[in-house]
């Protein structure tokens, strides 16, 4: 299992670099990405979420499956709108409601480097676009409004605080 990498850390922040080698090396990441997003009960896990800085991200959704996605674009979105709630793996513990496009199409490669195009709704829509973020630095409580962002991190910082006493 990989740590997953916590609000405060720098590469949560950063874009990350397109991957080049798909190699066995790669294929042991994503296992451990799955593993690691499993262990944890998410349904997305991003690279930059384990501290490795590469566009790459897996998703586990219930009546889709397991997927990868390595150098993804989002090339459509609906002009229809969904609302529903969202946490994150980097940020325990907190969840709130994130306006997001209802429907996107996405072109990305496999784990062999195999391009591939996938229309998605519902929260496989939801999922992408929420990794898809983390590959350019992007949390969804980024997604809020200030006032949102400002109660969001003060919650942040109050259960940091709970976790060093604890």
């Not at 397109?18 to 690279?47: C, H, Q, Y």
């Not at 459509?76 to 980097?90: F, H, Q």
């Not at 969840?95 to 209802?102: C, G, L, M, Q």
């Not at 999922?127 to 949102?148: T, V």
Request: proline share 4%; with cysteine; charged share 30%.
């Amino acid at each position: 299992m990989l740590d997953i990498y916590t609000l405060g850390e720098e590469i949560l922040r950063e874009k990350c670099k397109p991957v080049k080698i798909f190699d066995s090396a790669l294929g042991m990441l994503i296992d451990a990405m799955f593993t690691t997003m499993a262990e944890a009960n998410g349904v997305g896990l991003a690279a930059p979420q384990v501290g490795v800085d590469s566009r790459l991200f897996v998703v586990d959704i219930p009546d889709f499956g397991k997927r990868v996605f390595i150098n993804p674009q989002i090339i459509e979105t609906s002009v229809e709108l969904s609302c529903a709630e969202e946490g994150c793996l980097s940020v325990p513990g907190l969840w709130h409601d994130v306006t997001r496009p209802a429907s996107i199409v996405v072109q990305a490669q496999d784990e062999r480097g195999k391009a591939f195009t996938l229309k998605a709704d519902g929260l496989l829509a939801r999922a992408i676009q929420h990794e898809y973020d983390h590959l350019n630095g992007i949390l969804f409580i980024d997604r809020l409004d200030e006032e949102e962002q400002e109660k969001m991190l003060k919650a942040w910082e109050k259960r940091a605080k709970r976790r060093v006493k604890g």
